[in-house]
């Protein structure tokens, strides 16, 4: 299973009889991951109403933690680790987490929308602390003295006046924790956190840093050949014909797989597989499809609408926009975006005795598994999903679609397989952040007020519509495909967070999208904010008004007036109109954003110092102050890591990244073409945190990605006064944004 271990699977699980081992044989504490295609013990729960869905201690007192969520390179092991042994009692490095396995962890549902800690991590806190109850009462029972007069340290449960105690491991003698978990159970008082709310170093970085964790492209399987995929050259393209008989001169080439438009190539070693591809002849058909992409404002305009509907709205916009007072439109688009993930996507695929495995890095290994089950007509139980992390993504990358084709040509060949997709393939094919375009107006009075303010946004419901975030094996092989169920965003949480009277917030729902679309990280709200806030500064500007001030005059949030207050004191502001403008080529400003994700929870304030180059229209992000109020911190350290690479990610987005493509098929395909931030340009980040102990936690892996374009685009109109209204923010749109400064 992995290149670091010289023992036999078989000869290592003789000798420990365990369950589940590592791929790595001395793993980093806390890490696990399942392995092989056996059963697991009789009586494994994946119940996620069970404690023993989540949650099982051994003879010598470990605690296995079995999670849904998995990690991605978020912290979300480390802090779900945390959790577990706050609410147990036991030390951290007692506690080991296997992820993402269908067939021993519950579907705590994609490990996605800030939700890992805020619903996935409370369930787990609430299995946790049915069993340290249980635990307590049964150890009551033992010593014979009342629960509330014992204590737990480390695992082992004592009277608090002193004396001999107990331990998990002796009260459960390898007995399984069978019980609901208790929606109402009383967790552990938040002052007596000794684990939860202190800085703990992630349990997976010291094995990445030093080259011996094991990613999804490690994993080795006995008898496993190698593929890579041929993929259409066209979107909606057909496979005419194809030869392979120039491959059959390359050493160690096996074979090809075609189904439909479905085309790879398989060989006993990954580089013969990389030349067979490159080798084969195919010949496709059509897919000339796609809009121009220099006119993708023009293409939202005119894309056919599902359905329009009102998500926000007090009363009298319309009358209130023809009253006295200035009235303001403007328009902001952002385009769609690739993941970018750093490393392909790979997979490997065993199917044996009609079952499959799959060890994937898909943020949602339940789903996948239904997927795969529909794809192949399986039953469910037939299937299973490891997850082995892979490149890093927020959002839905290639992972699911690379894993799809892997299992086809496991099934097709009868063996295990290994599928890695070349760079070409991760740009070209993983599912887009959908392009999404807003148009505002809004009127202000003699006062500065905002007496009126609509908006249209326009963008896909479900990104997924189209391609239904249906595996593209399934979609190239033209087999079964099932999409999940629901809505793609969370349509309330586009509206605004401030008390405007006169406000109507109108959603069309795209019926269609130039390329397949997916979520990508903060989908909706990040363009949504963008808007918001970058018309919130234009009508302050507009009315003379700091924009600190102006938007705390139409707030009432008492949490984000709050939050406001400390970012301008933590950044150090100093109202608009306190300085002079740069006159010469370097114009230097600030500029601030502003977001309650979803209207209901993590309050973000984000101030960005901005240098633009009047020359060469390049703009640095030199510093970005955040102030950040998630409730209840689990990992303080791990809390900023995570807002840090919003910043980093999202001004990446913001001021590089574009994707482009001709009218078949995407053309960005390297990093040449499709180019992200590199270190010299990552700003400097500081950051304030609120902890709330006594509240419940919220989300940070999206919230502070929505605020980042805004905070630019009105640090670039303090600077300069231009607008800049469509993302990416490149020099030649900064130029011409600069020029339209300038008097006719």
């Given at each position: 299973?992995?290149?670091?271990?010289?023992?036999?699977?078989?000869?290592?699980?003789?000798?420990?009889?365990?369950?589940?081992?590592?791929?790595?044989?001395?793993?980093?504490?806390?890490?696990?991951?399942?392995?092989?295609?056996?059963?697991?013990?009789?009586?494994?729960?994946?119940?996620?109403?069970?404690?023993?869905?989540?949650?099982?201690?051994d003879?010598?007192?470990?605690?296995t933690?079995?999670?849904?969520?998995?990690?991605?390179?978020?912290?979300?092991?480390?802090?779900v680790?945390?959790?577990?042994?706050?609410?147990?009692?036991?030390?951290?490095?007692?506690?080991?987490?296997?992820?993402?396995?269908?067939?021993?962890?519950?579907?705590?549902h994609?490990?996605?929308?800030s939700?890992?800690?805020?619903?996935?991590?409370?369930?787990?806190?609430?299995?946790?602390?049915?069993?340290?109850?249980?635990?307590?009462?049964?150890?009551?029972?033992?010593?014979?003295?009342?629960?509330?007069?014992?204590?737990?340290?480390?695992?082992?449960?004592?009277?608090?006046?002193?004396?001999?105690?107990?331990?998990?491991?002796?009260?459960?003698?390898?007995?399984?924790?069978?019980?609901?978990?208790?929606?109402?159970?009383?967790?552990?008082?938040?002052?007596?956190?000794?684990?939860?709310?202190?800085?703990?170093?992630?349990?997976?970085?010291?094995?990445?840093?030093?080259?011996?964790?094991?990613f999804?492209?490690?994993?080795r399987?006995?008898?496993?050949?190698?593929?890579?995929?041929?993929?259409?050259?066209?979107?909606?393209?057909?496979?005419?014909?194809?030869?392979?008989?120039?491959?059959?001169?390359?050493?160690?080439?096996?074979?090809?797989?075609?189904?439909?438009?479905?085309?790879?190539?398989?060989?006993?070693?990954?580089?013969?597989?990389?030349?067979?591809?490159?080798?084969?002849?195919?010949?496709?058909?059509?897919?000339?499809?796609?809009?121009?992409?220099?006119?993708?404002?023009?293409?939202?305009?005119?894309?056919?609408?599902?359905?329009?509907?009102?998500?926000?709205r007090?009363?009298?916009?319309v009358?209130?926009?023809?009253g006295?007072?200035r009235?303001?439109?403007?328009?902001?688009?952002?385009?769609?975006?690739?993941?970018?993930?750093?490393?392909?996507s790979?997979?490997v695929?065993?199917?044996?005795?009609?079952?499959?495995?799959?060890?994937?890095?898909?943020?949602?290994?339940?789903?996948?598994?239904?997927?795969?089950?529909?794809?192949?007509?399986?039953?469910?139980?037939r299937?299973?999903?490891?997850?082995?992390?892979?490149?890093?993504?927020?959002?839905?990358?290639?992972?699911?679609?690379?894993?799809?084709?892997?299992?086809?040509?496991?099934?097709?060949?009868?063996?295990?397989?290994r599928?890695?997709?070349?760079?070409?393939?991760?740009?070209?094919?993983?599912?887009?952040?959908?392009?999404?375009?807003?148009?505002?107006?809004?009127?202000?009075?003699?006062?500065?007020?905002?007496?009126?303010?609509e908006?249209?946004?326009?963008?896909?419901?479900?990104?997924?519509?189209?391609?239904?975030?249906?595996?593209?094996?399934?979609?190239l092989?033209?087999?079964?495909?099932?999409?999940?169920?629901?809505?793609?965003?969370?349509?309330?949480g586009?509206?605004?967070?401030?008390?405007?009277?006169?406000?109507?917030?109108?959603?069309?729902?795209?019926?269609?999208?130039?390329?397949?679309?997916?979520?990508?990280?903060?989908?909706?709200?990040?363009?949504?904010?963008?808007?918001?806030?970058?018309?919130?500064?234009?009508?302050?500007?507009?009315?003379?008004?700091?924009?600190?001030?102006?938007?705390?005059?139409?707030?009432?949030?008492?949490?984000?007036?709050?939050?406001?207050?400390?970012?301008?004191?933590?950044?150090?502001?100093?109202?608009?109109?306190?300085?002079?403008?740069?006159?010469?080529?370097?114009?230097?400003?600030?500029?601030?954003?502003?977001?309650?994700?979803?209207?209901?929870?993590?309050?973000v304030?984000?101030?960005?110092?901005v240098a633009?180059?009047?020359?060469s229209?390049?703009?640095?992000?030199?510093?970005?102050?955040?102030?950040?109020?998630?409730?209840?911190?689990?990992?303080?350290d791990?809390?900023?890591?995570?807002?840090?690479?919003?910043?980093?990610?999202?001004?990446?987005?913001?001021?590089?990244?574009?994707?482009?493509?001709?009218?078949?098929?995407?053309?960005?395909?390297?990093?040449?073409?499709?180019?992200?931030?590199?270190?010299?340009?990552?700003?400097e980040?500081a950051?304030?945190?609120?902890?709330?102990?006594?509240?419940?936690?919220?989300?940070?892996?999206?919230?502070?990605?929505?605020?980042?374009?805004?905070?630019?685009?009105?640090?670039v109109?303090?600077?300069?006064?231009?607008?800049?209204?469509?993302?990416?923010?490149r020099?030649?749109?900064?130029?011409?944004?600069?020029?339209?400064?300038?008097?006719?």
């Amino acid at each position: 299973m992995s290149r670091h271990a010289q023992l036999s699977r078989r000869a290592l699980l003789q000798g420990s009889g365990a369950l589940v081992v590592s791929f790595v044989l001395a793993p980093p504490p806390g890490i696990a991951f399942a392995q092989g295609t056996g059963t697991p013990a009789s009586g494994k729960s994946v119940d996620a109403g069970e404690v023993g869905g989540f949650l099982a201690i051994d003879d010598q007192g470990r605690v296995t933690l079995y999670s849904g969520k998995v990690e991605l390179g978020t912290g979300v092991l480390t802090a779900v680790t945390q959790i577990v042994a706050e609410e147990l009692d036991v030390p951290l490095d007692r506690v080991t987490t296997i992820q993402g396995d269908t067939l021993l962890t519950p579907d705590q549902h994609p490990t996605d929308s800030s939700l890992s800690i805020q619903a996935g991590g409370m369930q787990i806190r609430k299995a946790a602390a049915t069993a340290r109850e249980a635990l307590l009462d049964q150890a009551a029972t033992r010593l014979g003295i009342p629960s509330d007069q014992l204590v737990v340290q480390e695992g082992t449960v004592a009277p608090r006046a002193g004396g001999p105690g107990i331990t998990y491991a002796a009260l459960l003698q390898g007995r399984s924790l069978s019980m609901k978990v208790n929606p109402a159970v009383r967790t552990k008082d938040p002052s007596d956190y000794r684990i939860v709310g202190r800085p703990v170093r992630r349990l997976d970085i010291p094995a990445k840093i030093f080259g011996t964790f094991d990613f999804v492209h490690d994993v080795r399987v006995p008898g496993m050949v190698h593929a890579r995929m041929v993929h259409p050259a066209a979107v909606g393209a057909r496979l005419e014909s194809w030869d392979d008989t120039p491959c059959r001169d390359i050493p160690g080439y096996l074979r090809a797989v075609r189904q439909g438009d479905f085309l790879a190539v398989v060989a006993s070693d990954e580089w013969a597989a990389v030349r067979a591809s490159r080798t084969l002849v195919a010949k496709w058909g059509g897919g000339e499809g796609l809009p121009d992409d220099a006119r993708l404002v023009a293409y939202m305009r005119g894309a056919k609408v599902d359905r329009s509907e009102v998500l926000q709205r007090t009363a009298g916009s319309v009358a209130r926009l023809a009253g006295a007072g200035r009235q303001l439109r403007a328009s902001y688009d952002f385009p769609l975006n690739t993941h970018g993930s750093i490393g392909p996507s790979c997979a490997v695929a065993d199917f044996k005795d009609g079952a499959l495995t799959v060890w994937t890095p898909s943020q949602a290994s339940h789903l996948l598994r239904r997927q795969l089950a529909t794809m192949l007509r399986l039953p469910g139980e037939r299937v299973r999903c490891i997850y082995v992390e892979g490149a890093g993504c927020y959002g839905r990358n290639g992972a699911d679609d690379c894993s799809s084709e892997a299992a086809l040509i496991a099934v097709q060949i009868g063996r295990p397989v290994r599928l890695q997709w070349m760079r070409a393939d991760e740009h070209g094919w993983d599912p887009k952040g959908p392009p999404t375009l807003l148009d505002y107006r809004a009127r202000i009075d003699p006062r500065g007020k905002v007496v009126a303010w609509e908006a249209d946004i326009f963008l896909p419901e479900r990104p997924m519509k189209r391609s239904g975030v249906t595996l593209l094996g399934a979609v190239l092989a033209d087999l079964p495909r099932e999409g999940p169920a629901g809505p793609g965003i969370y349509n309330p949480g586009l509206g605004i967070p401030y008390d405007l009277p006169g406000s109507r917030l109108t959603a069309h729902w795209m019926l269609d999208t130039p390329l397949p679309a997916a979520w990508i990280r903060a989908p909706g709200r990040m363009q949504n904010t963008f808007g918001n806030e970058s018309f919130v500064d234009e009508l302050a500007a507009a009315a003379g008004i700091d924009p600190f001030e102006f938007r705390m005059r139409h707030l009432s949030d008492k949490r984000g007036l709050e939050l406001l207050e400390r970012l301008r004191g933590f950044a150090k502001w100093q109202p608009r109109g306190g300085r002079a403008r740069d006159t010469g080529p370097l114009a230097r400003g600030r500029g601030i954003s502003y977001a309650k994700y979803e209207l209901v929870r993590t309050y973000v304030g984000l101030v960005a110092d901005v240098a633009v180059d009047r020359r060469s229209g390049q703009i640095h992000v030199e510093r970005v102050f955040v102030v950040h109020d998630c409730g209840q911190i689990i990992n303080p350290d791990g809390l900023r890591n995570q807002i840090e690479g919003n910043v980093v990610q999202t001004v990446s987005r913001t001021l590089v990244e574009q994707l482009t493509f001709s009218r078949s098929a995407v053309t960005s395909l390297d990093w040449a073409s499709y180019p992200i931030l590199i270190f010299p340009e990552v700003p400097e980040v500081a950051i304030d945190l609120i902890d709330r102990p006594g509240e419940v936690p919220w989300g940070a892996g999206e919230p502070t990605t929505s605020a980042v374009p805004s905070a630019i685009a009105n640090a670039v109109l303090d600077a300069t006064g231009a607008h800049l209204r469509s993302v990416p923010f490149r020099p030649a749109a900064v130029l011409a944004a600069l020029a339209a400064t300038q008097p006719k």
